[in-house]
């Protein structure tokens, strides 16, 4: 009886061992889906094309994006957080998604920390602060200066409650200690358009949005929002080094899928994942987006997710933000 028992349990773990092994060794088998929570055209749709398109090549099976947009990229993040945890549904994770949406909303349908395993970091682009040229702010210094002594009467542009620009500015009014108003529009082009009028003071947006107004004149660089400074405006220097050591506020691109999937496809894609943003062509071609690859292990992508949600859910508590 007892060897009949052995024997029974030992039956059991074949088809356990047997899973195992072709999830490191078999997958994947069929299509796998890329899924993102934002519109056609965009950013994260850029990001995860391109992506998809490498990891087809290597792996030998097509990486399909699908759109699943509406309600602040939340409706994409449901439905792989709630998708079978086998490797053939992924999703492109975004801090609005994965560190803002969550605490602004009161129901997303998902934890941004539990309810998924992170694959890899793929990108990130800094936030670049911007004025109209007819402006007296030339420098971070101008900026705090006017609002100490303004308090409430500097107004700044954002693309939305809870967007990068918002969330950056706020962040800034935090370390700087000062009172400045937002301006709230329907996403950066409208914001950028009061901007370059002149009837909103300042705004800090996705560097490649205000690239082309910068070159040509019409808006004034005062600063980057990431730690160093960007090779695209490389004399244009950072919030950090302008008197807030640590200052970080950066728009960024992960590879996630639901909780649960097995270690060994996690390890797989991120090993592939960091092949792919390895080769120059392809960091060429993000360069020219204004995108810089930042390809880490699953366990610092973990990490830097848990703190992307400690910062920007402490400063949405703080500041007492709500959508409905």
């Known amino acids: 009886m007892l060897r009949f028992k052995h024997l029974l349990g030992t039956l059991c773990l074949v088809p356990a061992l047997a899973a195992h092994a072709a999830g490191a060794d078999g997958y994947p088998s069929k299509p796998v889906k890329i899924v993102i929570g934002s519109t056609a055209g965009g950013p994260t749709d850029t990001v995860a094309r391109v992506v998809a398109d490498h990891l087809a090549r290597r792996l030998g099976q097509p990486f399909v994006v699908e759109i699943r947009s ?10 792989v957080a709630k998708a079978a945890p086998d490797g053939y549904t992924l999703g ?37 602060m911007t004025v109209n040229p007819s402006s007296p702010f030339k420098t971070v210094a101008d900026v705090v200066d006017y609002a100490r002594a303004n308090p409430g009467r500097l107004n700044f542009a954002t693309g939305g409650v809870g967007s990068s620009p918002h969330m950056s500015m706020e962040l800034l009014k935090k370390a700087a200690k000062i009172d400045m108003t937002p301006i709230h529009y329907k996403g950066d082009s409208a914001a950028l358009v009061d901007v370059l009028s002149g009837q909103v003071g300042v705004m800090t947006s996705n560097i490649v949005g205000p690239l082309s107004y910068v070159q040509n004149g019409k808006l004034r660089p005062v600063a980057v ?28 691109f992960g590879l996630v899928g639901p909780a649960k999937t097995p270690k060994a496809i996690v390890d797989r894609l991120n090993q592939e994942t960091r092949i792919v943003l390895g080769d120059p062509a392809v960091q060429a071609q993000f360069a020219k987006l204004g995108f810089e690859v930042v390809p880490d292990t699953p366990e610092q992508f973990a990490q830097f997710m848990r703190d992307e949600n400690v910062k920007y859910g402490g400063l949405i508590k703080e500041l007492g933000l709500k959508l409905e």
């Open 92 to 128: 492109v994770a975004v801090q609005g998604t994965h560190a803002v949406a969550p605490y602004l909303y009161p129901n997303v349908g998902y934890d941004p920390v539990n309810d998924f395993v992170d694959i890899i970091r793929l990108v990130d682009t800094p936030l670049l």
């Open 70 to 79: 509406g309600a602040g990229g939340t409706i994409g993040g449901a439905y």
């Open 225 to 252: 929002t990431s730690l160093k400074r960007s090779p695209l405006l490389p004399d244009v220097p950072t919030i950090a080094e302008s008197g807030y050591p640590g200052f970080e506020v950066i728009t960024w």
